[in-house]
């Protein structure tokens, strides 16, 4: 059993930035990918951002060179680091992890951005 808890989330103005957090715990023997996804009311969840255990990163499309996914393996840590936000952007962030073949996903995060 993995869990997942994420952090750092909140209001921010348009053109502000946040870093989100999330931490893995329990028992864990690997963690292939580690990613962001997110879930704006009445749209369907969608992926942010993943990485894997090497560093290989995937972005969304609408999110590239505004965010940046980054982990720490030894803490079983991921981040996304989120610049010039927009109203757009706002949504429910959930940390997710894929091991052993099982994914796992946060309780998430809400990100809230004003024009």
Known sequence: ??????????????GG???L???ASGRIFVINTMGWYRQAPGKQRELVATIT???????ADSVK?????????????????MNSLNPEDTAVYYCNARSMGYAYWGQGTQVTVSS
């Open 1 to 14: 059993q993995v869990q997942l808890v994420e952090s750092g989330g909140g209001l921010v103005q348009a």
């Open 65 to 81: 060179g505004r965010l940046t996914i980054s982990r720490d393996n030894a803490k079983n840590t991921v981040y996304v680091q």
């Open 17 to 19: 930035s946040l870093r």
């Open 53 to 59: 255990n090497g560093g290989i990163t995937n972005y």
């Open 21 to 23: 957090s999330c931490a």
